[in-house]
């Protein structure tokens, strides 16, 4: 036990996503309202992308911007990888946030489309009006 | 189907933790994740494109393909809502209401009646609420300065954090702001419905067209420094102008596309009030 906790504690972020992944996963599962589903998944997706930037940081490290270059000449200073965090993940997640912003509106549209046709966003309705049919 | 849920949900976060077994700690310099690409990124990018910030440098330059294809993404979901909720050719109501702004008597118009064209007179809906005032003080006074901070977002992508996506969205904040303080049909008569749909495809248009160029001229798609001959500077230099340009492109097509989502969602394409 006295081992297992500085493990624990030196893997946090992964606690953190893998809660917050659960959270959006049984949202997306169980909840009956299609809102709230959408909700789900937006919560799973912040999850991934928690994990994407935890995982970029370094020790001692700071953010990817070279200080004191302009543009000319600027190589003749050596760069050392160990001082600047990993731009990698910084680079995916960046596009992830907005093209996640954008497919959240998608469901919303598609939501408020289901809602047109049926008068309902609880998933049970829906079914319900379409197995009448 | 709430317990099968819970199962499901259970066994994957029971996978997921042991799976983090197996995972480096927390801000391990020497984990998997550091040690293969990264390190070349972050001591080359500067040789190779002259932009001290690695993160534009490899979002715009070192996957290229892959930041062109998430603005067609976008673009896409931009138009998708569009197609999904946009009512065409609707009939206008029999009765509509128009508010006298210095004074605010509602005036109700029948049916094929007009009223001469004025600047004094708006248009409002049935259910209409009057705007709060301090709110609408408030953020006449933020809007263009948050339209300015997206501009140098944008600009100054390469030597701070910041670039085409991020000032995109600060720019598309700025306008949804207006369509929340007052109300949906003034955002839309600063920013017309055709314009931002027209504005949409040519933010990516000019991030492929400038991938399309550096064909013409010779080098691969997306390699910027065959625009070195067209800018009159040398290669290292021409890539960071050609990241410049791509970034444009990029901030345009993702704020049009948050202020295209926003209209069509919030008014479920009647473009009426607005919420």
Known sequence: MAELIPTIIAKYNYWIYITLMMIGLYAMIAKNNLVKKILGMSIFQTAIILFYVSIGVKKGATIPILEGVHGHGAAHQAVHAADYVNPLPHVLMLTAIVVGVATLGVALALAIRVYNRYNTLEEDEILAQIRKK | ?275
């Open chain 2, 1 to 275: 189907m709430k317990i099968i849920g819970l199962i499901i949900t259970i066994m994957t976060g029971g996978f997921l933790v042991y799976a983090a077994g197996d995972f480096p700690a927390w801000s391990d310099p020497s984990s998997p994740a550091s040690t293969y690409l990264s390190p070349y990124y972050i001591e080359k990018a500067i040789e190779e494109t002259s932009v001290p910030n690695i993160v534009t440098a490899v979002l715009a330059d070192y996957r290229g393909f892959d930041t062109m294809f998430e603005a067609t993404v976008i673009f896409s979901a931009g138009l998708v809502c569009f197609i999904l909720l946009r009512i065409m050719g609707r009939k206008e109501p029999e009765t509509r209401h128009y508010r006298h702004v210095l004074t605010g008597v509602t005036v109700t118009i029948k049916e094929g009646r007009k009223i001469p064209a004025s600047e004094e007179f708006e248009r409002i809906d049935d259910l209409w609420t009057p705007p709060e005032l301090i709110i609408k003080t408030a953020c006449r006074v933020l809007i263009p300065f948050l339209q300015l901070f997206g501009l140098y977002v944008i600009a100054h992508g390469h030597y701070s954090p910041g670039g085409g996506f991020q000032g995109g969205v600060i720019l598309g904040a700025s306008i949804i702001l207006l369509a929340i303080s007052h109300d949906l049909r003034t955002a839309t008569e600063r920013m017309r419905e055709k314009v931002v749909a027209i504005l949409c495809p040519v933010g990516v248009a000019i991030y492929a067209g400038t991938g399309a160029l550096c064909l013409l001229l010779g080098a691969n798609f997306l390699d910027y420094g065959a625009l070195a001959s067209v800018l009159h500077v040398d290669p290292i230099t021409a890539r960071s102008h050609g990241i410049l340009m791509v970034e444009i492109g990029v901030g345009i097509a993702v704020m049009t596309t948050m202020i295209w989502i926003y209209n069509n969602i919030s008014s479920a394409g009647k473009y009426n009030q607005g919420l």
